[in-house]
Each structure stands twice: as structure tokens, then as C-alpha cells.
T-cell receptor, first 113, second 108 residues
Framework: DTEVTQTPKHLVMGMTNKKSLKCEQHMGHRAMYWYKQKAKKPPELMFVYSYEKLSINESVPSRFSPECPNSSLLNLHLHALQPEDSALYLC????????????FGAGSRLTVL | GNSVTQMEGPVTLSEEAFLTINCTYTATGYPSLFWYVQYPGEGLQLLLKATKADDKGSNKGFEATYRKETTSFHLEKGSVQVSDSAVYFC???????FGSGTRLQVQP
């Protein structure tokens, strides 16, 4: 299995809702990532987990809460989001180490009303 | 800090034309360098990478050479196809830093 699977593909939520994005990989990768991508922009790194521990948080607002329950799963919990948080959220995974390649999921497209 | 600068797009070419997309970087040391491609409605895929100076990455007819002296990693292809239409991102250090992306449109 050489894929990163993200669910849901599309999510529409109100500003008072609580929802979660999910990411799963079965490649034995020990690093997992969340990126946010706005239209016609590059992905912006949000969080990195290494061996199930949060290693990088790029000053992301607390309304985004990551969770890594085990080495195959990565969640992004969403609460009290703003319309400007609407974007494509990409999950990726890799082996640990500087030159290791990221494998990306297809993304979850989030719309906040 | 780390940064990547890519040429502005969109780049519009006719099929079989030669492609160059410029990428330069700022970083400490000798970071690994990558090109990723994003087709419409999809996530990113690795196109090629280079891990040290003078390395040449290549894949699907695309090539890029790690030039330490000019801190560059320009993407080239000798003959583009319509199916190459996508957004191309240069990236630094295991894709923790991306360039702004260059949209390529290839016309038949």
C-alpha cells in the first residue's frame, strides 16, 4: 500500500461546528504532516508529527488541533473556524530523515460558512 | 531562514516546446531539493529530487541539477506534452518549504 488516504474529500461546516479531518497511511512512515493550501498558493506547513509526537507547530491558531493516535493515523480537529480557514488541507507522510520524500494524500476541501 | 523563489506563471507553451522553470533557494548548509507536481484536483506528487551539489534528478523526461554555486535547481524538459499541464512546486528540505508554484499550460 503506497497511498495516503484522507477523509472526507469535502467538508462544509459552520463557524460553531466541531469536525475532524482524518488521514491514514500504511507505509510504515514515522513522520506525518498537515499542510493548508489556499487557491493558487503553495502548501503551507501547519504541523509535523515524528514518531507520534508533535515536533513542529508553525504557530497555527488553537482552533486547529492535531492528534496522532498511532503511527498510521493523523487527525485534525476543527472548532470555531473562520471563513478564511476555507482551503484544501493536505496530509503527507514520509520516512524520517532529511532527504526522504513526502507522499501526499489527495486532500480534504474545507468550506467554512 | 529558508526560502524558495520560483519564476512567476502561468507559462504557456505549445506541445513539443522546451520547458525551463527557474528555482533558486536560500538556506543554510546543503539542503535536499525537490520538484513536486500538482495536477488539477489532486494532491502533490514527487517529480524528482537531488540531495547534494551537482546531483541531477530526472523523471518522465524532466531534469534538474543541484547548482550550489548559483543556489539553483531549475526544472527542464526537452519536449512538453499536453499531459504535463499542471502546477510545479520547487521545495526545500523534505518539502518543509515550498516555492510559490508555477502553472504550466501546454497547448496542442
Amino acid at each position: 500500500d503506497t497511498e495516503v488516504t484522507q477523509t472526507p474529500k469535502h467538508l462544509v461546516m459552520g463557524m460553531t461546528n466541531k469536525k475532524s479531518l482524518k488521514c491514514e497511511q500504511h507505509m510504515g512512515h514515522r513522520a506525518m504532516y498537515w499542510y493548508k493550501q489556499k487557491a493558487k498558493k503553495p502548501p503551507e506547513l501547519m504541523f509535523v508529527y515524528s514518531y507520534e509526537k508533535l515536533s513542529i507547530n508553525e504557530s497555527v491558531p488553537s482552533r486547529f488541533s492535531p492528534e496522532c493516535p498511532n503511527s498510521s493515523l493523523l487527525n485534525l480537529h476543527l472548532h470555531a473556524l473562520q471563513p478564511e480557514d476555507s482551503a484544501l488541507y493536505l496530509c503527507a507522510s514520509s520516512q524520517e530523515g532529511g532527504a526522504n520524500v513526502l507522499t501526499f494524500g489527495a486532500g480534504s476541501r474545507l468550506t467554512v460558512l | 531562514g529558508n526560502s524558495v523563489t520560483q519564476m512567476e506563471g502561468p507559462v504557456t507553451l505549445s506541445e513539443e516546446a522546451f520547458l525551463t522553470i527557474n528555482c533558486t533557494y536560500t538556506a543554510t548548509g546543503y539542503p535536499s531539493l525537490f520538484w513536486y507536481v500538482q495536477y488539477p484536483g489532486e494532491g502533490l506528487q514527487l517529480l524528482l529530487k537531488a540531495t547534494k551539489a551537482d546531483d541531477k534528478g530526472s523523471n518522465k523526461g524532466f531534469e534538474a541539477t543541484y547548482r550550489k554555486e548559483t543556489t539553483s535547481f531549475h526544472l527542464e524538459k526537452g519536449s512538453v506534452q499536453v499531459s504535463d499541464s499542471a502546477v510545479y512546486f520547487c521545495a526545500l528540505r523534505r518539502a518543509l518549504t515550498f516555492g510559490s508554484g508555477t502553472r504550466l499550460q501546454v497547448q496542442p
